[in-house]
């Protein structure tokens, strides 16, 4: 045998040599759910070991994440019933206090990545990305929120904008928004394609953002189609966008991968809450190894092609040695 590809695997300094893919912290995004009050530290039971945090515990997050290599940080807010409606006027309300938790982590850890998120339903009181108008969800109505919305959060320190909320031509919104606004240097991280799916169950439960009534069938893709992320891409690029992210991510590698090859942007892909409790729950009853499994999910991301993973093991990855 003229060719033997065991040469390359038999000890581990040789498989590092030829090592096709890492993935280290840096690639990695924690997201924070961010809760009213102090001393609030509440761990959310669909996903274990991933707690709802007063921005007091943020903070200490943030301090215990640094030094282990993870600089980078998703927020999204638990919003009071008593402060929605159904234009989301507190998302840029001066007094929200997603913004003056943003604008406290920005300046006790000027050095850290803070991404947004962008959309009505922490906010709204019908639970939709949009404005709802008798049972519809309007489109080109709820830009000027989500624009406004993006300004106040890009004013609060945010590094990056997220908008989260599939609305059609909302990137160029936001991008012409933020630039007459003089945050010609705020990065926009889309969720290109962001699929109706049904893995995003403890993410609602954290922030209790559950649609009033209906689905997000409307205006969220539709699991069956690939090529349609594409179109999205397209847009979203044309718009201004200078991340592209597809949500889920271990259910669609196979986008993120489309993505990859058709797009000279970075890829970000979201590895959500049901993905990662189902892993979790694996590990509980004892039927995989955490400390193994869990860095081959990340991997299986990174090999896809995302330049950027969003996950809720990004702490626990950075721990084990911040590098595989």
Not at 13 to 23: D, F, K, P, S
Not at 63 to 79: D, I
Not at 114 to 122: G, K, N, R, W
Not at 233 to 259: C, N, Q, S, W
Request: charged share 25%.
């Amino acid at each position: 045998m003229l060719r033997r590809p065991r040469r390359n695997r038999r000890s581990a300094a040789i498989r590092g040599l030829v090592q096709e893919q890492h993935l280290t912290a840096g690639h990695l995004v924690q997201p924070l759910f961010l809760v009213q009050g102090t001393q609030v530290r509440e761990e959310i039971p669909s996903l274990p070991n991933t707690f709802r945090l007063s921005i007091d515990e943020i903070l200490k997050e943030v301090e215990e994440c640094m030094p282990l290599g993870l600089r980078s940080f998703m927020m999204f807010p638990a919003v009071p019933e008593h402060l929605k409606d159904k234009t989301a006027t507190y998302s840029y309300d001066p007094q929200n206090f997603y913004l003056s938790a943003a604008a406290q982590i920005k300046q006790q850890f000027p050095e850290c990545c803070l991404i947004s998120d962008v959309a009505m339903d922490p906010y709204s009181s019908d639970g939709h990305d949009g404005i709802v108008e008798d049972g519809q969800i309007l489109n080109d109505e709820s830009l000027p929120i989500l624009a406004r919305m993006a300004v106040a959060q890009a004013e609060a320190g945010f590094d990056v904008i997220g908008p989260s909320d599939m609305m059609d031509g909302r990137v160029r919104a936001i991008r012409e928004a933020l630039d007459d606004a003089g945050h010609t240097n705020t990065g926009i991280m889309s969720y290109t394609a962001k699929y109706a799916s049904a893995f995003y169950g403890p993410f609602r439960d954290a922030l209790d953002s559950a649609p009033k009534a209906g689905d997000k069938k409307t205006y969220q893709m539709d699991p069956s189609n690939r090529r349609e992320a594409l179109i999205e891409g397209e847009l979203d690029t044309e718009e201004g966008a200078d991340f592209l992210m597809v949500k889920p991510a271990i259910h669609y590698l196979d986008v993120i991968r489309e993505l990859k090859s058709n797009f000279e942007l970075p890829i970000a892909a979201y590895h959500v809450s049901g993905e990662c409790a189902m892993l979790q729950a694996a590990c509980r009853n004892g039927w995989l190894d955490y400390e193994k499994a869990m860095p081959e999910a990340l991997l299986s991301i990174r090999r896809a092609g995302a330049d950027v993973i969003i996950t809720y093991f990004a702490k626990d990855f950075a721990r084990l040695g911040n590098f595989f």
